[in-house]
């Protein structure tokens, strides 16, 4: 697994300054803020984690008796940390295009911040998990209503229950133009495929059509 954590680093011995991966190469020409959403528990901290490039920014808080009864803990109940603002990472997709994934809290109670989290992002990946799919339904909402364009990354959990994903698209009410992918959010691989499906479905917004005569 190709998670580094916060916590594992800050007792490293980090030279002081920036280090040689955390400055970008005068050759990037774009910039693009890209949000991980989806409900409690369903990979965001775990995606930005494996695939940035930089040591990522988590704000995990150990899940304490206070949230008993207010924070839906169902179906991940072996569950101890949780995102309270945001998570930050950067991954750039080639010598050009850089990404900021920002990872956004699960917890309902915070979900007041997603607004400001989702201001100026192109895109968004919505992660699902095929156990508790409603958990995400707020997040794809949230996404349509400020006409974010996102794609649905399925990540893949032990035992959980596996659909076509015609029916998954079904289940959520999704367009045929939604982009579909299964993913495994603790592989570096495997959640950069997803950004790169992002990107690309991004650029085939972009991309007119000629209106036929
Ligand atoms: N098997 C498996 N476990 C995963 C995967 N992605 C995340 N996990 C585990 O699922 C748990 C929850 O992952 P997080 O990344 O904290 O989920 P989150 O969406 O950030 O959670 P909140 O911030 O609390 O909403 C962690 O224990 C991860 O190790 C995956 O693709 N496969
Ligand atoms: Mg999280």
């Known amino acids: 697994m190709d998670y580094r954590s916060s916590e594992a680093l800050a007792g490293s011995e980090a030279p002081v300054g920036p280090r040689s991966e955390d ?4 050759s990037v020409s774009a910039a693009v803020k890209v949000v991980i959403v989806g409900g409690f528990g369903v990979g965001k901290t775990t995606m930005v984690g494996s695939v940035s490039e930089i040591r990522p920014l ?50 309902e109670r915070f979900w007041f911040l997603w607004d400001g989290l989702f201001e100026g992002a192109l895109g968004a990946v919505v992660l699902i998990d095929t156990r508790r799919l409603e958990v995400s339904f707020d997040a ?35 367009p045929d133009s939604v982009p579909m992918v299964d993913c495994d959010a603790r592989d570096r691989g495997s959640s950069r495929d997803t950004l790169l499906t ?6 085939s917004l972009t991309t007119v059509t000629p209106e036929t005569p």
């Not at 949230?67 to 309270?84: C, F």
């Not at 992002?198 to 650029?203: F, G, K, M, S």
């Open 23 to 26: 400055t970008l190469p005068s």
């Open 58 to 107: 988590t704000t995990e808080e150990t899940m304490t008796q206070a949230g008993v009864g207010v924070d839906d803990i169902a179906g991940v109940e072996r569950k101890t940390e949780t995102t309270v603002a945001m998570d930050f990472g950067r991954i750039s997709l080639n010598d050009q295009l850089v990404l900021y994934l920002f990872g956004t809290p699960g917890q």
């Open 198 to 203: 992002l990107v690309r479905y991004l650029h």
């Open 140 to 174: 794809v909402g949230r996404l349509e209503e400020r006409a974010v364009p996102f794609v649905v990354a399925i990540n893949a959990f032990p035992h959980a229950p596996v659909y076509p994903m015609s029916e998954l698209r079904a289940a959520m009410d999704l």
